[in-house]
């Protein structure tokens, strides 16, 4: 009887493609990352091309004799297509094709191919559709042949072959039926956060560089159960979760996606009801990566993302996350960022630093409350309810008068109280 077969799916090959325009610039690091990305999406990075140019060439790129190397590379390395570290123009990616025959991608559309993998929400799908759909718009004229390459493989997850091959009037009227989706979602977004808003309990959003161990840090704080892994984007959907503190404080801590160089702005415009949590958030907590050796930047990314978001000037408490990770000797060094309130070493995983990070959050929330001292009549006893949801009880006494209480409570709640 004759074996059957085994069909194992071939992974793609590809070669890395950069453009280092000075000395002292970052493209041997954002390689690695796109590395990272092609792997995450599926693919495996074969080989490697820098040009070194005053600027990126506005019609191949790099220049034509870094198109033939590239040529050869690709024959000798049997690869399927190139990845170029920046969002390519249409004439780019035509011409580059023209000259290669190859598959032709770039950083913006392996992230979009990561997102669509990873989205699992109607709000990310939806999210996630409407960037794809605007990157492919502004490029139908330069695929050319790419149409009918992109059978499988990384950068075709979405929309999908058949959708790529819309014309220009149904893709956009896809793009506005997807807008107005997005809107109703917004709306609803927006009556979530005015609810949360109505009442006394403040917000954190997790923020920081991608894999840097946020949802990890939320799933260890709240014992919930976001999918957390040591993978680039292993969470895009926002998640918030309520923290209880020792002295009875709450707040609600919400898990955000993770930032990245060159972040597309297709992603950004997409994704801005759901970056904007960090906007609407009482407070900041940054998580570091501090066994990154990129560490410094990643945090000035995050802090230049966030300003672009208008969620500049947040109390931010910055935790340098995966200390677990380093040497005892490396762990001496005295890390501080200056542009947070407070800077503390943690590790998610194993969780040391976290009763110090609760301690923390405590004495944060209590700085905004007032020292409420009243004696509320019998009639009223209702009331002291908010105060134990909402506020730090310190004393509760039964007099003949009423219910003494001495505690710290938001300021909107202190003056209902009064």
Not at 31 to 41: D, K, Y
Not at 117 to 146: C, F, M
Not at 174 to 187: F, M, Y
Not at 329 to 353: C, F, H, N, P, Y
């Amino acid at each position: 009887m004759a074996q059957p077969f085994e069909m194992e799916e071939r992974k793609e090959r590809v070669i890395l493609v950069g453009v280092s325009a000075q000395d002292g610039d970052d493209t041997e690091d954002s390689l690695l990352e796109l590395e990272e990305l092609v792997s995450t999406a599926g693919a495996e990075a074969v080989g490697c091309v820098v040009q070194n140019r005053a600027s990126i060439h506005p019609g191949t790129y790099v220049g034509t004799g870094k198109l033939e190397e590239i040529k050869e590379l690709l024959w000798e390395t049997d690869a399927t297509g190139i990845v170029c570290d920046d969002e390519l123009t249409p004439a780019q990616l035509h011409n580059m094709e023209e000259v290669l025959d190859t598959k032709i991608m770039d950083r913006t559309l392996i992230i979009l191919d990561i997102f669509a993998a990873r989205s699992s929400t109607s709000e990310g799908k939806i999210q996630v559709e409407l960037a794809q759909l605007k990157y492919r718009l502004s490029r139908l004229a330069g695929l050319g042949k790419s149409l009918s390459r992109l059978g499988g493989g990384i950068g075709t997850r979405g929309p999908g072959e058949k959708k790529l091959e819309m014309d220009r009037r149904f893709i956009k009227s896809r793009i506005a039926q997807l807008n107005r989706e997005l809107l109703d979602v917004k709306r609803h977004r927006e009556i979530t956060r005015s609810q949360r808003e109505q009442t006394p309990v403040r917000t954190a959003a997790i923020v920081g560089y991608t894999n840097a161990g946020k949802s990890t840090l939320l799933n260890a704080l709240t014992r919930s159960e976001v999918l957390s892994e040591d993978k680039l984007f292993a969470t895009l959907d926002p998640t918030t979760r309520r923290l209880d503190l020792e002295s009875g404080q709450q707040i609600l801590l919400t898990d955000t996606v993770g930032f990245i160089r060159k972040l597309p702005h297709h992603l950004i415009e997409a994704f801005r009801s759901t970056l904007e949590e960090a906007k609407y958030a009482d407070y900041i907590l940054h998580v570091v990566d501090v066994s990154n050796p990129q560490m410094e930047k990643q945090m000035h990314i995050v802090y230049e993302t966030l300003s672009g978001l208008g969620a500049g000037g947040k109390k931010v408490v910055t935790l340098f996350n995966k200390a677990d990770r380093l040497a005892p000797e490396q762990r001496k060094a005295q890390l501080r960022d200056v542009r947070a309130e407070r800077s503390l070493w943690i590790s998610a995983r194993t969780g040391e630093g976290l009763l110090e990070l609760k301690h923390l959050l405590e004495e944060l929330l209590r700085e905004e409350k007032k020292l409420l001292e009243k004696v509320f009549h019998y009639a009223d006893a209702g009331q002291i309810q908010e105060v134990r949801k909402y506020g730090e009880l310190l004393k509760e006494e039964y007099r003949e008068d009423g219910i003494y209480v001495k505690a710290y409570v938001p300021a909107e709640l202190y003056q209902r109280m009064w």
